[in-house]
């Protein structure tokens, strides 16, 4: 019975650690100097960015900027009626096949839109790795990051706009993984 008391704290503890761990990943970049750095890559009209798997930006803390200039506008044209425009985050990287590696994986997405000459926070979404016994690991839902489903709507119509991205698991120092950002029209 002691015996078991003893693992029920462990579990515990490691959980708890896990849990500071994961909040430290998630804060570990700064909205204001994110705003500001140089993009990895710039689009026009929507998205179609996947990270490299290890990345950092200086003044942005193992994440990535990536803008779109002139959003909708600039893009493809509506295939027909009854589609809608979606901007994803989504993690595309290789998933653990264990539980707790899986709880640790963070996918960070910050959303600003250009107003006045600066990039303005509009919205922040931070979805975690959860693992089910029958589908394994997954980080949030199968599309990820849906910043087009907001309401009100952030993304509009001939402005500018950027996402910054952190996607990280929780080993050691808290390494990137791959994330994809993409914009496609969807009935």
Not at 4 to 13: F, K, L, P, Q, R
Not at 57 to 63: D, E, F, I, L, V
Request: charged share 20%; hydrophobic share 30%; proline share 5%.
């Amino acid at each position: 019975m002691a015996a078991m008391a003893t693992t029920g704290c462990a579990v515990e503890m490691q959980d708890e650690q896990r849990d500071e761990d994961v909040a430290e990943a998630e804060q570990a970049y700064s909205e204001s100097t994110c705003a500001t750095v140089g993009a990895a890559a710039t689009y026009s009209g929507g998205f179609n960015y996947t990270s490299p798997t290890t990345y950092t930006t200086t003044g942005c803390y193992k994440a990535q900027a990536v803008d779109v200039i002139n959003y909708r506008s600039g893009f493809t044209s509506q295939p027909g009626p009854g589609y809608t425009l979606h901007t994803y985050v989504t993690w595309e990287d290789t998933l653990p096949s264990n539980e707790e590696a899986c709880d640790a994986l963070i996918l960070k997405a910050t959303l600003y839109r250009k107003e006045n000459g600066v990039m303005v926070k509009k919205a922040e979404e931070t979805l975690h790795g959860n693992y089910e016994d029958f589908g394994g690991c997954m980080v949030g839902p199968p599309w990820g990051i849906d910043f087009s489903t907001l309401t009100p709507n952030e993304l509009l119509s001939g402005v500018d706009h950027r996402i910054v991205v952190t996607a990280r698991t929780g080993d050691g120092d808290f390494p990137t993984r791959k994330f994809k950002v993409h914009t496609m029209w969807e009935p």
